[in-house]
């Protein structure tokens, strides 16, 4: 699903804490970034000089998370919690329960999500199955697995 070029971001504060720091850290890094594969097309041949191709790998990968991030940051906006006498909303921690057992996410915005974390989006099939529901509740939603259920076994 394409995003329009304009269209707001919702983020938490903290997924936009997390993405500034991240962009800060990759502009400090980046200059040494660029030192490194000045120095290793220094090394001669560059048609085999591994130094030199992985060094600008890495300083491509840099610069395109930069301005990822700056993409998203341009139209980020900052989304309180909205979850509401113990319904699910963003920035809501839920545990839920289903066929592998208990799981515990965030529901965030889209530009943040890390599964390994438990940070799933608002837009994903169980984040949007999970917005507005409360505890005891079974949830539906269809994933690329096929449809699956879950039951909403805690909202903080």
Known sequence: MARAKNEPIPITAAGLAA???ELA???ERRPAMVDRVASAR????LKENFAYHDARRDL?????????IEAILQNAVVIKATAANGSI???SKVVVTDEFGESAYEVVGPAEVD???GLISLASPMGAALMGRSVGDTISFTTPGGER???????D
Do not use: H, N
């Open 42 to 45: 220094s090394d001669g041949d």
């Open 115 to 117: 599964i390994a974390r």
């Open 89 to 91: 909303g963003i920035g």
């Open 60 to 68: 491509g990968m840099a610069d395109g998370r930069v301005q990822t």
């Open 19 to 21: 993405l500034e720091a």
């Open 149 to 155: 259920s879950a039951r909403v076994v805690r909202v």
């Open 25 to 27: 850290e990759l502009v």
